[in-house]
Structure formats: C-alpha cells, structure tokens
C-alpha cells in the first residue's frame, strides 16, 4: 500500500527485474513507494512515448501503467509548431539541436576534420556524431570528402559548406528581422 496515496499495488503490476533506479530486486520499487515528492516517480506520456523516472519505458524494470490512476500521472499536450516559412524550418532542424551547433562551429573553426577528431573535440561518441553529421549533410551544411557509398572503413574527413552556411545564417536574420 502506498501510505500516503491509500492505493494496494497488485504483484501483478510489478516486475521482479532489479529496478535501474534503486536496485530493487523485491518486485517493489523504493523509489515508486516512496511518498516524498522529490521521488521520482512520476509517468509521462508525450505522443506515443511513454517514460517513468526519465526512462523509456520499455527500458525501464519497472512497468509504466500500474502508475496509471494513481494521481500522480500527468500528460504533456503535444507540441504546436507555429508555422515558419520552409527554409527556416530547415534551419531549425538541422542547427536547433546544441549538438549540431557545436559541430557546424567546430568545423567552422578548425577546419576538415575526421569523425573521431571531430567526436573528440564536441565530447560526444563517435556514432553520436555520425548521426549528427549526417542530418547536417542531409541539408547541405556540412560535406564528406568521400561518397556515402565507400565510406565504410574509410577515414572521411568532414567540412562546412561555407556558401550553404552564409544562406542560412542570412534566411534566418531575414526571418528574425521580420523580412
């Protein structure tokens, strides 16, 4: 029974994996009994996607739905894009994640550089930073020395296309000065 909520939790609802939070092995977590709200306890649903304490769901030990009901339960509203004109929805996708940024300034700065230098400057993993090239390259911002199709076991150096980052840079301040 969760003593502040006055709710019985059915062993059904539980899974008898060790809980990722505290380590739990009982089928019980600690961390969901407890009835402090700094716990973190709490089920989100965005869209489709569901996590609890932070953790997709279907990674967590720990079923998301006996959380269901509890009152504790809360559902995010779905974003709303406000319309933007095509080319700055662009820009936002490919340089509004920080990590995108901090590749396209690196570049910008250094120069060509290969994935794993480029990886270790960012502080990020190396495939981490092969997807991020590519969703870069996917917009023309930044380019391979080689074609996707021989890349593999292939050192590629990557660079900014400079022409492709001016365009952007200036839609983005006509979009920002209202033109």
């Given amino acids: 029974m969760f003593p502040s ?5 059915r062993q ?15 089928g019980t977590c600690a961390c ?4 402090l709200p700094s716990a973190p306890y709490c089920r989100t649903e965005v869209g489709s996607r569901v996590t609890v304490h932070g953790i997709p769901a279907e990674r967590c030990a720990r079923s998301p739905f006996p959380l269901a009901g509890l009152g504790h339960t809360r559902r995010v509203s ?13 820009i936002y996708d490919a340089v509004g994640n920080r990590v995108r940024g901090m590749i396209v300034s690196e570049l910008g700065r250094s120069g060509p550089l290969s994935t794993t230098d480029l990886a270790q400057r960012v502080g990020i993993a190396r495939n981490y930073a092969l997807k991020h090239l590519a969703k870069l ?6 380019r391979a020395d080689t074609p996707r199709e021989v890349r ?9 296309d400079v022409e492709r980052r001016e365009q952007m840079i200036e839609q983005f301040n006509g979009f920002l000065r209202g033109q």
């Fill in 5 to 9: 909520m006055g709710v019985l939790r």
């Fill in 12 to 26: 059904s609802d539980t899974k008898s994996l060790a809980d990722p939070l505290c380590g739990s092995t009982s």
């Fill in 32 to 35: 969901v009994e407890s009835p």
């Fill in 78 to 90: 779905r974003l709303i894009e406000p319309p933007v004109p095509r080319e700055v929805a662009v």
């Fill in 137 to 142: 390259e996917e917009v023309g911002l930044v």
């Fill in 152 to 160: 593999a076991r292939r050192v590629t150096l990557w660079s900014v």
